[in-house]
C-alpha cells in the first residue's frame, strides 16, 4: 500500500487554504456551507493574508441527480435485477449528472451582482467549476469569511484556509463546494526529494507499503514450490488457494485491464523480465501497455525498492496472472507535482473532467503544472476509454480529505461502474490504525499519536469501489489449510467509514457481522453508527516473491492482493465477452448476495489490529478485515457468467 504521494500545496502560490467569521458578518441571506470538522494538528495559524493577494476562487457545481446514483448501480449490477449488465454509454452519464443550465446560471448570476466583472469569471475547461479572478478581500466578502495563512510547525510551509464558508441560501443547492475554503490539507506539502521517501519510504513508515522483508532473497531455492508457499507466495501459490483454472483467453482483443501508478513509482523492465523468467517464461520481453497520464514518465534514473517495488509487484503478478491479456499501465503525474486520485479518473473518463469534473488542487496535481520544470502540456482528459478493470494500490486516510472532496471523488467510481469498470482499491496495511505509523484519531477526530479512534482508509471507504484485504497462509500451513487474515508485517486495513453510510449491498452482511460477533468497542472507538464498512474481499497479502531492482524480495500488503483479485477478475470478464456478454463493472452487489456465497472462501482466524487493540475479528460471514473472504475462480467465473 502506498500512501499517496502528496504534493498538494507545493507552488500552487495563492492557491491555498481559510478560520470561522465572526458570525456578525454573516448577511441575513447568507448560510454557512461548509465548516471545517477538524483542525488540523500540526498547523497554527501565523497571520491574516493581504488583502490585495490573489486568490484563484473555483465554485464546483452541483451534479443533477446525483441522489440516485445509488439505485442506478445497483439496477446494472444486482444479479437480482432485470438490468444487470446494461451498463451505460458515457453520454449517458453526463446527460444524467451534468450540472443543470440553472445551477450555471444561478452561481453566474451571484457572482455577477456581487461585482466580479464577466473577464474575471470563467468556465473551468472542465465545465463543472467556475473559476473567478479574486481578491482575498473580495472572496472574503462574497463568503462572509475570513482568511488566515496557516503555518506548519515543522516544515515552515504555508497555507491559507478558512474555517466556515458562506453563500446565499438561494444558490446553495446548486454549490457542491468552494475552493480553496475549508479543505486543509494536513499534511505538509513535501520537496521532491521528501515525496520519493514519503510516497515509499518502506522502512522509515511501516504505513506505507508495500513492505519488503529485512533479508532479500537473492537467489530462489530450485523454483519454490506449492509446499513452500507459507514462506513464499508465486503464481503457482495463488493458482493453488484460488482455485484458478488454466486461463484460455478468447476475447484478448476486447477485454482489458489497468494497473494505476503514481509517478515517480515505476517498473524497471529488467525487474519483469527476472520474474517471468523464473515463473512465467513467455512473458520475458513482454511489456504493458503505458498510458501516460498528464506529463508521466516511467522513471528509471532513480531506483529503490520504495521506487519499484509496488509497480513491479502490480505488473509481475496482473501479468503473470492473466497471461497473455495485455495489461494497460496508467502511469500518472508528472516528475515536478506528481497526482492524486482525481488525475487518473480525469484520464479515463472525459465526462469527470468535462462536464463536473473536480480535480481538488489540495489534493490532485493541477495541469499544466506551474512549478518549475513541471509537464506544461493540458490535463490528459478521456485520453483513453476506461479499463474494465482497474487496480490502485494506493490510498490515503479518509479524514485528511473532506467529506465533499472525497464523495465527488466517490460518486465518479460509482459513474464508471455505470459504465462497466470494477475498481479495485487496496484496504490499507494498517489494521484498524491509519496510514501514518499506525497512528488513530483523537476526540477532535485528527490524526494523533495518543489517538484511540480508528481511521479509516480513502477510497476504500467509498462505497462504490471495491476494496480488498489481504490474508495469509499460515505458518506451516499449505495452500489447501483455510488462510487466516493476515499479520504478518502488515495487517489487513479495515473498519466503518465516518463519512459514507451504509450501501444496501452490505447492509445484512454489516448488520449480521455487528449483532453475531459485536465488537466490544464503543461509538469512541468506530463508527457504530452502521456506515460504508470494508474490506469487501481479500486475498493473500504475505511473503510475495518479486522482482525488484535485479533480486528478489520479499513482499507484504493489500497492495499484492488488489492487482491479484484484478487478474481474477480479468478471467471472468474475459469468459463474459467470448459469451456476446459485457464486463462484470461493480461487482459488490454479487459479491454480498447469497447465491455467491459459494465463490469465496470464508476467512475466520485472525484479526486486524490497531490503535492498541486486537481490531475486529476475521469471522464466520463478511468481517471487517477480509470482507466476504478469499475467491474461488472456478466458481466465480461461471456464477457470473450465467448472469445476463
Ligand atoms: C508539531 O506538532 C505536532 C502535533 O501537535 C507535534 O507532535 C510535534 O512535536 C510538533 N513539532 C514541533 C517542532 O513543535
Ligand atoms: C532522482 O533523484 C535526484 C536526487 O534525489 C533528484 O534530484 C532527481 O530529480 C531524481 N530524478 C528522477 C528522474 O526522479
Ligand atoms: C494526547 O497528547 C496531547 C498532546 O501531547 C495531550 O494534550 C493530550 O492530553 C493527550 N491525550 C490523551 C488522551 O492522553
Ligand atoms: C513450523 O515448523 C518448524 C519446523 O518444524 C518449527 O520450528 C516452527 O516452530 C513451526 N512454526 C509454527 C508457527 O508452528
Ligand atoms: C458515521 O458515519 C455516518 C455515515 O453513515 C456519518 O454521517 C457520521 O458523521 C459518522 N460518525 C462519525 C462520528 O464520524
Ligand atoms: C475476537 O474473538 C475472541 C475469541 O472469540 C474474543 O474473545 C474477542 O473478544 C474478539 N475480539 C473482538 C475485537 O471482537
Not at 614 to 639: M, Q, R, S, Y
Request: with cysteine; charged share 15%; net charge negative.
Amino acid at each position: 500500500m502506498h500512501f499517496l504521494p502528496a504534493f498538494l500545496a507545493l507552488g500552487l502560490g495563492a492557491f491555498k487554504h481559510c478560520v470561522a467569521a465572526p458570525s456578525s458578518t454573516i448577511h441575513s441571506n447568507h448560510v454557512v456551507h461548509e465548516t471545517r470538522s477538524v483542525e488540523p494538528l500540526d498547523w497554527f495559524i501565523s497571520h491574516h493574508p493581504e488583502a490585495h493577494k490573489r486568490l484563484p476562487l473555483r465554485i464546483g457545481l452541483a451534479q443533477q441527480n446525483i441522489e440516485n446514483l445509488e439505485s442506478m448501480l445497483m439496477a446494472v449490477s444486482h444479479p437480482d435485477s432485470p438490468e444487470y449488465g446494461k451498463h451505460w454509454t458515457p453520454q449517458q452519464v453526463v446527460d444524467t449528472f451534468a450540472p443543470s443550465e440553472e445551477s450555471v446560471r444561478k452561481v453566474f448570476g451571484w457572482l455577477k451582482d456581487s461585482g466580479f466583472s464577466k473577464e474575471k469569471i470563467k468556465m473551468s475547461a472542465n465545465k463543472g467549476w467556475i473559476q473567478v479572478d479574486a481578491t482575498i478581500a473580495e472572496v472574503e466578502d462574497l463568503l462572509k469569511t475570513e482568511y488566515q495563512v496557516y503555518r506548519h510547525n515543522e516544515s515552515g510551509e504555508e497555507q491559507i484556509g478558512c474555517h466556515e464558508y458562506s453563500v446565499p441560501a438561494a444558490i446553495r443547492e446548486h454549490i457542491d463546494l468552494i475552493r480553496p475554503t475549508v479543505h486543509f490539507d494536513h499534511r505538509p506539502s513535501p520537496k521532491s526529494e521528501t515525496k520519493f521517501k514519503r510516497a515509499g519510504d518502506v522502512g522509515k513508515s511501516p504505513g506505507t507499503g508495500p513492505k519488503t522483508s529485512p533479508t532479500p532473497i537473492h537467489t530462489l531455492p530450485v523454483s519454490p514450490g506449492l509446499a513452500d508457499c507459507d514462506q513464499m507466495i508465486t503464481l503457482g501459490c495463488l493458482r493453488a488457494l484460488y482455485n484458478v483454472p488454466e486461463f484460455k483467453p478468447r476475447s484478448l482483443d476486447k477485454n482489458s485491464y489497468g494497473i494505476v501508478e503514481f509517478t515517480p513509482q515505476a517498473f524497471l523492465a529488467g525487474d519483469l523480465d527476472l520474474f517471468f523468467r523464473n515463473f512465467s517464461p513467455n512473458l520475458v520481453g513482454v511489456r504493458p501497455k503505458t498510458v501516460l497520464i498528464d506529463g508521466a514518465v516511467v522513471q528509471t534514473t532513480n531506483q529503490s525498492s520504495n521506487l519499484n517495488g509496488e509497480s513491479d509487484l502490480d505488473l509481475e503478478y496482473s501479468m503473470g496472472l492473466t497471461n497473455p491479456q495485455t495489461i494497460t499501465l496508467l502511469q500518472t503525474g508528472d516528475l515536478v507535482e506528481g497526482a492524486g486520485f482525481d488525475n487518473w479518473l480525469d484520464a479515463v473518463d472525459g465526462s469527470f473532467c468535462t462536464f463536473e469534473g473536480g480535480d481538488d488542487p489540495t489534493q490532485d496535481g493541477i495541469y499544466p503544472d506551474p512549478l518549475p520544470g513541471g509537464f506544461k502540456g493540458p490535463e490528459s482528459c478521456g485520453i483513453i476509454a476506461p479499463p474494465f478493470v482497474v487496480s490502485t494500490s494506493y490510498g490515503e486516510e479518509e479524514v485528511t480529505i473532506s467529506a465533499f472532496s472525497a464523495t465527488r471523488q466517490c460518486t465518479e467510481y460509482g459513474k464508471l461502474g455505470l459504465m462497466g469498470t470494477t475498481i479495485l482499491y487496496s484496504s490499507g496495511d494498517r489494521g484498524v490504525g491509519g496510514h501514518n505509523n499506525g497512528q488513530c484519531l483523537n476526540s477532535a477526530g485528527q490524526p494523533a499519536n495518543n489517538g484511540t479512534m480508528f481511521n479509516p482508509q480513502f477510497p476504500a471507504s467509498c462505497p462504490f469501489v471495491t476494496a480488498v484485504g489481504a490474508t495469509q497462509v499460515n505458518p506451516n500451513s499449505t495452500v489447501f489449510d483455510p488462510e487466516a487474515a493476515c499479520e504478518q508485517v502488515i495487517f489487513s486495513g479495515g473498519g466503518f467509514s465516518n463519512i459514507f453510510s451504509v450501501p444496501d449491498y452490505q447492509k445484512s452482511a454489516v448488520a449480521s457481522f455487528l449483532t453475531n460477533h459485536p465488537p466490544p468497542y464503543t461509538s469512541a472507538q468506530f463508527n457504530t453508527s452502521g456506515s460504508r464498512a470494508y474490506p469487501d474481499l481479500a486475498a493473500n497479502g504475505a511473503n510475495y516473491v518479486v522482482g525488484i531492482d535485479g533480486k528478489f524480495e520479499l513482499v507484504f500488503g493489500t497492495s499484492c492482493a488488489s492487482p491479484v483479485v484484478g487478474s481474477f477478475i480479468t478471467m471472468v470478464n474475459d469468459a463474459r465477452l467470448a459469451a456476446g456478454k459485457g464486463p462484470v463493472g461493480f461487482i459488490n452487489p454479487a459479491i454480498y448476495s447469497d447465491d455467491f456465497k459459494d465463490a469465496f472462501n470464508d476467512i475466520t482466524q485472525g484479526s486486524n489490529p490497531g490503535c492498541n487493540t486486537i481490531g475486529f475479528n476475521a469471522t464466520e460471514g463478511w468481517d471487517p478485515v477480509t470482507g466476504v473472504g478469499t475467491p474461488n475462480v472456478a466458481k466465480l467465473i461461471p456464477l457470473f457468467l450465467a448472469l445476463p
